[in-house]
C-alpha cells in the first residue's frame, strides 16, 4: 500500500471489522483507504494473515461498502495502539470503483 494521511475529512461514519470471535467498530478518523486495501488505528492487536469482513459506511448517505482481507500488518503496543494494514480479496469492479472514489476523495 502507498502511504497516506490518516483521514480527518470524515470521508467514513463508522468501519466495522469483524471476525468469528469480535467485532470492532472504529471511527473514520483512524482509517486511511487505498483501492486496494485500508490502513487504521485499532486498540487491539490483530492477527496477521488472518482473513476479516470490514464494513465501509460513507458519510454521504451511500450504501455500506462490506470487503473481505488479509491483516498484511499489525505493528504498535497497548499503550499507542496497533496500526494494522489489510489488503481487500475477490473485489468486484463496482467495489473497486467505491474504494478509488473513496481513497481519492480524502484531502491531500
Same mark, same amino acid.
Given at each position: 500500500?502507498?502511504?497516506?494521511?490518516? /483521514?480527518?475529512?470524515?470521508?467514513?461514519? $463508522?468501519? $466495522?471489522?469483524?471476525?468469528?470471535?469480535?467485532?470492532?467498530?472504529?471511527?473514520? /478518523?483512524?482509517?486511511?483507504?487505498? @483501492?486496494?486495501?485500508?490502513?487504521?488505528?485499532t486498540?487491539?492487536?490483530?492477527?496477521?494473515?488472518? %482473513?476479516?469482513?470490514? /464494513?465501509?459506511?460513507?458519510?454521504?448517505?451511500?450504501? @455500506?461498502?462490506r470487503?473481505?482481507?488479509?491483516?498484511?500488518?499489525?505493528?504498535?503496543?497497548?499503550?499507542?495502539?496497533?496500526?494494522?494494514?489489510?489488503?481487500?480479496?475477490?473485489?468486484?469492479?463496482?467495489?473497486? %470503483?467505491q474504494?478509488?472514489?473513496?481513497? /481519492?476523495?480524502?484531502?491531500?
Amino acid at each position: 500500500m502507498s502511504s497516506g494521511k490518516l /483521514d480527518t475529512s470524515g470521508v467514513f461514519q $463508522t468501519v $466495522t471489522l469483524e471476525t468469528e470471535s469480535a467485532r470492532l467498530a472504529l471511527t473514520g /478518523d483512524v482509517v486511511r483507504v487505498h @483501492k486496494n486495501g485500508i490502513e487504521l488505528q485499532t486498540p487491539k492487536p490483530l492477527t496477521v494473515w488472518r %482473513e476479516m469482513s470490514v /464494513d465501509l459506511q460513507p458519510p454521504n448517505g451511500g450504501r @455500506k461498502l462490506r470487503c473481505t482481507g488479509v491483516v498484511v500488518t499489525c505493528h504498535g503496543n497497548r499503550h499507542t495502539g496497533y496500526l494494522v494494514s489489510m489488503v481487500f480479496l475477490n473485489l468486484t469492479k463496482h467495489s473497486q %470503483e467505491q474504494l478509488r472514489l473513496m481513497a /481519492d476523495s480524502r484531502p491531500a
